[in-house]
């Protein structure tokens, strides 16, 4: 629901986090492989290069094509081996984009486009809410999607799905979800309203998974946009942020007679949250939602922390055909940022959504509105209005090492009603992330 605009002046300050181990078990076997999340489609094939003209939302700047970068005299250079068609590097709060390469380029999504899924649903359902599968409910899932293993008839609960949703990139919890939202294509429309108000006028919706189809397109900088925005919710960060964790199997019974219910363990196919044979952990990481289509390439949105500063990092089809080579140039580029903050002038500037109130001028951001930043919903908790005091681990799964970037010198609740001003930030809450 819009909000009355009263304007609340505030500073920020990011307090010190506090640093919590957490056990991690392994009960049955992890799904350790990143699994392509559809097959291609022939009509949807993007085209080797930039078109001439794309959209100035943001910035002039981030409409051309090409690398957008302005480097101070003690700033680092951009790592040179990264080969993704598009890319961009911004800081999280303050929205201000370091660098970017083609970052409205309008491209296939894949599974990153669950982040814009998420952000949309899931204020609508509590967490403890239970559903059980009906067969409509997994109809019309795209061959060769990323599974988690949702069966008929079995009942499970909402938390249950988004964990499908977030760790296996599971197209059958996409579409239960998107089924006790309505349909597929209501909750195609309720992305696409919600990524007009989030002002990613790139994106255009036509599954909720991300599964290729034609005519579905992103872009960096939405992709970003859908992120910042997700990760204003606590169930968003938590979610994003879990390594690992136990998922419902299928219901059995045994030769006499007794049922039984086992659960069996999922882990997250972000390589940077998780590690692989050839990609370590990254410093700080904390999520957010990585793809891989035939037609869309690799796909990756990063979020990490280091020193107090939160950075974002999309990352669109590397050309280069490495193993896990979409993490490699995401942790590159995170490097290079965490090392540039400073020291570089902004080329361009993440909008807020229509509904925060930047404070700003008049003219001074064009781009800039004001309505609702969240997504609405009579079910449910809304998206975290306060920081929460401590790292909270999403129930039946472990964030491995957690943190909570915990705000001090005022809260982010909406007072009275009123529009917080934030003077052209639009600070995070608190986020879960990975420290070592």
Known sequence: MPVTKKIIRRSMLVTSATLLSLSLTTTAPVFAA????????????????????????????????????????????????????????????????????????????????????????????????????????????????????????ETYTVHDLWLGVFLRSGNDAVHVLSAMNGGVEQTVKDMQAHAEDLQALDTHVVSPDGYDQPGQVSSAYDLTLFARSGLQKKDFREYCSTVRAKFP?????????????ESFEIQNT?????????????????????????????????????????LLVTVMNPEKDEHNEVYKEAARLLDWGFGATGKVTPV??????????TG????????????????????????????????????????????????????????????FLVNRRWPLPDLMRRRH
Not at 249 to 260: A, C, P, S, V
Not at 364 to 388: F, H, I, M
């Open 34 to 153: 990143d699994k392509p999340s559809s097959t291609p489609s022939p009509t949807a094939s993007p085209s080797a290069t930039p078109p001439a003209n794309m959209s100035t939302v943001g910035g002039a700047r981030l409409g051309q094509a090409g690398t957008q970068v302005d480097l101070g005299a003690s700033a680092p250079v951009l790592p040179k081996d990264v080969t993704a068609r598009s890319w961009i590097v911004t800081d999280a709060e303050s929205g201000d984009v370091l660098a970017a390469h083609n970052a409205h380029w309008r491209l296939p999504p894949a599974s990153t486009l669950k982040m814009l899924f998420a952000d949309t649903v899931l204020p609508k359902f509590p967490k403890t809410e239970q559903h059980k599968v009906a067969v409509t409910d997994l109809s019309g899932i795209g061959a060769g999607s990323s599974m988690v293993g949702i069966k008929e008839e």
């Open 249 to 261: 199997g299928e219901t059995k019974k045994n030769d006499k007679g007794k049922t039984t219910r």
């Open 270 to 310: 972000n390589r940077l949250l998780t590690g692989d044979t050839d990609v370590s952990t990254y410093q700080g990481i904390a999520g957010v939602k990585n793809g891989n289509t035939t037609n869309a390439g690799a796909t990756f949105t990063g979020v990490a922390e280091r020193n107090g500063k939160v």
């Open 348 to 357: 361009g500037e993440l909008v807020p959504p229509k509904g925060v109130d």
């Open 360 to 419: 700003a001028q008049a003219g001074a951001n064009a781009s800039a509105g004001s309505n609702t930043p969240v997504s609405t919903g009579d079910r449910g908790a809304k998206a975290s209005s306060k920081p929460v005091a401590a790292s909270a681990t999403a129930k039946d799964g472990s964030s491995g090492i957690g943190i909570a970037l915990a705000i001090a010198g005022g809260l982010l609740a909406l007072v009275a009603g009123a529009v």
